[in-house]
């Protein structure tokens, strides 16, 4: 299993500026996933987290927008950068401790943009 | 790319009743199944997870079946209880990028 913790767990923020959430794993991991879950509605997949090389975007989310870095096995960040209302949902990151094996969540971030 | 429906989007079960969600995804390579449960504000978990070389696997109350041929896979709940009111997700993943994609989420309501 892994334990991740994620913060902040909330933030609401101005519209224009950016915030950048941290994910630290108790142990070291293979896979690295953000997600965004807007209210009510399913995970969407951001991208994928790669340790040492530029993340992995999904369709729709560009790097210029969320910047994600991964400096290592337990750490990623993920920034949401020029926030709009928009932009406004919980993010969460997730890990995988091989593949096509049972991912682990962080508690989220409650993002608000005003 | 890939995409899973899921069906219904509520469902509502008095309890003792049993539950049943279902998806379809479109990636034939998709290889592994989890599903999670997801209480209100707290982080989605693991309840069961099946792979393609399996048709059906079963944990206590809680029971999963899929169809490779025609790319359906299912939840099966017995003897509801309150407890298992939540929201629930299918997901399908394939070896290689490992990633996870979320089927749109069934809220599932247990009537004491």
């Known amino acids: 299993s892994a334990v991740i913790s994620q913060k902040p767990s909330r933030d609401i923020c101005q519209r224009g500026t950016s915030l950048t959430i941290q994910c630290q794993v108790d142990?070291?991991?293979?896979?690295m996933f953000w997600y965004r879950q807007q209210p009510g509605q399913s995970l969407t997949l951001i991208a994928t987290?790669?340790?040492?090389?530029?993340?992995?975007?999904e369709s729709g989310f560009v790097i210029d927008k969320f910047p994600i870095s991964r400096p290592n096995l337990t750490f990623s960040t993920l920034t949401v950068s020029n926030m709009s209302p928009e932009d406004s949902s919980i993010y969460l990151c997730?890990?995988?401790?091989?593949?096509?094996?049972?991912?682990?969540f962080g508690q989220g971030t409650r993002l608000t943009v005003v | 790319g890939e995409n899973v429906e899921q069906h219904p989007s509520t469902l509502s079960v008095q309890e003792g009743d049993s539950a049943v969600i279902k998806c379809t995804y479109s990636d034939s390579a998709s290889n592994y199944f989890p599903w999670y449960k997801q209480e209100l504000g707290k982080r989605p978990q693991l309840i069961i997870d099946i792979r393609s070389n399996v048709g059906e696997k079963k944990d206590q109350r809680i029971a999963v079946t899929l169809n490779k041929t025609a790319k359906h896979f299912s939840l099966h709940i017995t003897e509801t209880q309150p407890e298992d009111s939540a929201v629930y997700f299918c997901a399908a993943s394939t070896s290689g990028t490992y990633k996870y994609i979320f089927g749109t989420g069934t809220r599932l309501k247990v009537l004491a």
């Open positions: 987290a790669n340790q040492g090389s530029e993340a992995t975007y």
């Open positions: 142990s070291q991991v293979t896979m």
């Open positions: 997730s890990v995988q401790t091989g593949g096509n094996t049972e991912a682990f």
